[in-house]
C-alpha cells in the first residue's frame, strides 16, 4: 500500500517537498535577508494550508472560523515566545539578520505532512470529508502551523520597525 501512494503521487509534490526541504536548511543558518523575502514562506504555507482546506472541505461553513481561531492561537504563541535576540536590523540596507533556527524546516514539513496524509485519508475514505472531528482537526492544525508563521512575521517585522525609528532618530 505505501509503495502505491508513493507511485500515485504527483511528482510536483516530491518538487514542492525538495523546496520545502531546502528553504528549511537554509533556514537553519544564520542569515541576513531582504524584508521583502521574509514573505515568501510564510505565504507559502498559507496557500498551502488554504488550497488544503478548499480541496478537502469546499465550502464548509465550519472550516474557516476553525482555521481562523487556530491562526489567532498560533499567531500570539509564536509572538509571545519568539526570542528578540535572534534578530538584528539593518535599516540601511531594508534587512535583517536572523539566527539560525530548524523551528522552521519542522513547521513546512509538518504542514507538507499534514497535506499529504489529508489527501491520503480522502482517497481511501471519501466519507471523512464530511466528518465534523476531522475537520476540525485537520483546520487546527494548519491554522497553528500558519499562526505560527505569522507570528514569528509580525515580531520580525515589529522589531524592524522599531530598529528604523531608532535608527532614524523618530522614537
Given at each position: ?41 510564510p505565504?507559502?504555507m ?6 488544503g ?35 538584528s536590523?539593518y ?13 522552521p ?61 531608532r535608527?532614524?532618530?523618530l522614537?
Open positions: 500500500m505505501l509503495q502505491q501512494l508513493l507511485i500515485n503521487t504527483p511528482v510536483w509534490v516530491w518538487g514542492l517537498l525538495a523546496f520545502l526541504i531546502f528553504r528549511g536548511m537554509l533556514a537553519s543558518v544564520g542569515r541576513e535577508t531582504g524584508i521583502r523575502r521574509l514573505f515568501i514562506i505565504l507559502v498559507l496557500g498551502l494550508s488554504m488550497h482546506i478548499a480541496a478537502s472541505f469546499g465550502a464548509d461553513p465550519f472550516a474557516v472560523p476553525v482555521w481562523l481561531a487556530a491562526t489567532a492561537a498560533g499567531t500570539a504563541v509564536a509572538w509571545a515566545l519568539f526570542s528578540l535576540d535572534s534578530v536590523v535599516p540601511e540596507r531594508g534587512s535583517v539578520f536572523q539566527q539560525g533556527s530548524w523551528m524546516l519542522i513547521l513546512m514539513l509538518s504542514i507538507f505532512l499534514v497535506k499529504y496524509g489529508v489527501n491520503v485519508i480522502l482517497h481511501i475514505a471519501p466519507h471523512a470529508r464530511h466528518d465534523s472531528a476531522f475537520l476540525i482537526a485537520v483546520c487546527l492544525l494548519y491554522g497553528l502551523f500558519n499562526g505560527i508563521f505569522f507570528g514569528r512575521l509580525l515580531r520580525i517585522l515589529a522589531i524592524y520597525r522599531l530598529g528604523v525609528a535608527k532614524y532618530k522614537l
